[in-house]
């Protein structure tokens, strides 16, 4: 705020400004006032001004349009929505109804946003990006190949745009279309070399085709470029994780860059707590994810909220859900008035809103993950704060006080120096399953009916490097009769096709699915006679599901926690023959239980009740652990010594 003098030399006859001390006597005088007023960045009185305008005139138009500016700027988007309607009522013109469809679109009013998007080009047909607007809106709708359309009509009409480019980069890879979305991706580059915007495309692009070391150069460069892009920055971590070039030291170095570029800025933000150090009161805890929908998360997150204790706990959830589905509303309705939107909310304000609910232990279940909100924790705005579910590993920040683990996924002598977070380890299992879906049988060993053995993955097709897939292609040697089924999008099922043939893997013996509703995706596993890990980053919900399903899955165990993932089932289960140490010792163990018909029979009757009998499947024996390591972590608070003031 200005002070007296400064505020007084603004109206001193020294620097005369004629526009804010004339006396308005015409509405076009009362514009240009406020009009001055707004560039000067005294926008209470600019607004006030406006409104004068329109209670003259109720559909003084640029008005109108200023008050939804500037309500615009100052977050409050309801308002300016209704100023810009009424700016756009009174005629269609091009820029209000830019606005307003932004805004239809920022709240998911796709409907409203693609009519208003529309409109323009029906008054305006040149007007710069309408087309644009409008395919991003559709594109959102899922009405991809009109999305499309619009972009290949606007890239005709000219002039070419990098813009535009990553657009039809994007569309081309949710329409399965690989190859031309690469083609696009590059163009935006060649046309912007220096926009760092299309070198993350590109990198979205090159992981989707399954490079890897390329897709994170290409996200180095975009950090180059816009270095205080921490979703980027986040890509570049999670492309880390299934690349075997890179160990452990290699991705605390990494989160521990994302962390000091990103999270420690946001320390300034810190506020006093004033939760009530009692170790033995019922806590508040509050779980943050952006995938509170129809996501693997489920399996884990819904028993336990089923479980908890709810006269020691009170659980609150904070959601980032980019497209709510009907499994978002499963969870409002669950929680109900203590579920939380905070799509809209910048992570410091999100924050505020964590800090008021009064919570006292707040637990990120993303990590570095796509919509994960690390910065919101920076913020530290709950006494004790941990991390567990998105995957094994560290986030990299000093503000998370835990990590959740197990016995087995970092297992005595394990090197603490590779997490910015303690330690904390569950007595058994770091996870608590539950299938969801109870109406499906196991069914027989398919090899019994088919006369040969079908191995399987439904691992997600991004952890399955070359190696991976060369260690597979062994197993199938060894087994010149087997099969093997693969989950893989079709962006990436050419390029399996061809590593399986260049192996001396006839193409017969290979079968691909892609992405299908769950109940499909589970009965996959009633034709798998054995299902197979991936590495370095090994599966979690697929090896559970297959579990469940009487599919017994060999692992690779390794030197991370996420190549520990699979040896933590395993042991779980009672069955470390599951569990290599060594790649030749995969193949051995892959192809001996391959060859065994009958313990692969027993396997499926019995796998049900090993993983009934373990914490694992489990979920009131799981819950009640994580409620003791939570009250735990929560006395070692009360514990501490208090030195900080207490707010008044």
């Known amino acids: 705020m200005p002070s007296i003098a400064e505020s007084s030399s603004r109206w001193s006859p020294a620097r005369p400004e004629p526009s804010l001390v004339k006396a308005p006597k015409s509405p076009q005088d009362l514009l ?23 209670s003259r005139n109720a559909q003084h138009q640029e008005a109108l349009s200023a008050l939804g500016q500037l309500a615009r700027a100052g977050g409050r988007d309801e308002e300016a929505t209704r100023y810009l309607e009424r700016a756009a009522a009174v005629a269609p013109d091009p820029n209000y109804l830019t606005q307003l469809g932004e805004l239809y679109r920022r709240h998911g009013k796709l409907d409203l946003a693609a009519e208003a998007f529309g409109k323009i080009l029906e008054v305006a047909p040149d007007f710069p990006d309408a087309r644009w607007n409008l395919a991003v809106t559709l594109s959102r709708a899922g009405i991809l190949a009109d999305s499309l359309a619009l972009l290949e009509e606007a890239l005709s009409r ?39 915007s299309a070198h993350r495309q590109l990198g979205d692009v090159l992981a989707v085709c399954r490079d890897t070391p390329a897709a994170i ?19 570049l971590i999670v492309a880390m994780l299934s690349e075997p070039a890179y160990d452990a030291q290699s ?33 508040r805890v ?3 994810s952006p995938d509170f929908r129809a996501h693997a998360m489920q399996q884990f997150l819904v028993p336990l909220l089923q479980n908890h204790d709810s006269d020691r706990f009170e659980v609150y959830l904070y959601s980032s859900v980019d497209r709510p589905d009907a499994e978002t509303q499963w969870y409002r309705d669950f929680v109900g008035e203590r579920f939380r939107d905070i799509r809209q909310l910048d992570d410091v304000r999100a924050a505020e809103l964590v800090r008021s609910d009064r919570i ?46 197990d016995p087995f996924v970092d297992p005595p002598g394990t090197d603490p120096s590779v997490y910015s977070e303690t330690c904390l380890h569950l007595p058994e299992s770091l996870w608590g399953y539950a299938p969801l879906i109870t109406d499906l049988e196991e069914g027989p060993v398919p090899a019994l009916s088919t006369g040969y053995v079908t191995f399987g993955s439904q691992n997600s097709d991004r952890k399955l490097h070359d190696g991976v897939l060369t260690l597979w292609a062994r197993i199938l040697t060894e087994l010149p009769s087997s099969r093997l089924f693969l989950y893989a999008e079709p962006p990436a099922q050419a390029a399996f ?29 009633q034709n798998i006679d054995v299902a197979l890990d991936a590495f370095p980053f090994n599966g979690g919900t697929t090896t559970l599901d297959a579990t469940w399903m009487g599919v017994p899955v060999v692992t690779l165990s390794g030197d991370s926690c996420l190549q520990r993932g699979g040896t933590s089932i395993a042991m779980n289960l009672r069955l470390p023959e599951l569990i290599a140490q060594t790649e030749d010792e ?33 979920p009131p024996r799981f819950t009640g652990q994580l409620e003791v390591a939570y009250r735990d972590v929560w006395r070692r608070y009360c514990a501490e010594p208090n030195t900080r003031p207490r707010p008044a």
């Open 32 to 54: 240009q006032r406020a009009g001055a007023l707004q560039r000067n960045g005294r926008t209470k009185e600019a607004e006030a001004l406006y409104r004068q305008l329109i």
């Open 158 to 196: 000219g002039p070419d745009s990098a813009k535009l480019r990553l657009t039809c980069a994007d569309l081309l890879l949710r329409l399965h279309r690989p190859a031309a979305a690469l083609r696009e991706a590059r163009r935006a580059v060649e046309l912007s070399p220096e926009l760092a």
């Open 217 to 235: 150069a290409s996200y180095r460069r975009a950090l180059e470029l816009e270095p205080s892009n921490y979703v980027v920055h986040s890509e």
């Open 251 to 283: 991705l605390f170095a990494e989160t521990r860059a994302w962390a000091k570029l990103h999270a420690e800025p946001l320390a300034q933000y810190i506020r006093l707590l004033a939760n009530d150090r009692n170790p033995d009161r019922p806590l």
């Open 286 to 288: 509050g779980y943050v």
């Open 360 to 405: 006292d232990i707040l637990v990120d279940l993303a990590l570095h993950s796509a919509g994960g909100r690390l910065r919101l924790f920076a913020c530290r705005p709950a006494p004790v704060q941990l991390s567990w579910l998105g995957y094994a590993g560290t986030t990299g920040l000093d503000s998370i006080d835990y990590r959740i683990t």
């Open 497 to 525: 096709r061809r590593l399986f043939e260049r192996a001396g893997v006839a193409p017969e013996r290979l079968q691909l699915g892609g992405r299908v509703a769950r109940p499909e995706y589970l009965r996959r596993y």
């Open 586 to 618: 995969f193949v051995t163990k892959a192809v001996q239980l391959a060859q065994n018909l009958e313990h692969l029979s027993e396997l499926r009757r019995t796998l049900r009740t090993r993983l009934a009998a373990s914490a694992l499947g489990n």
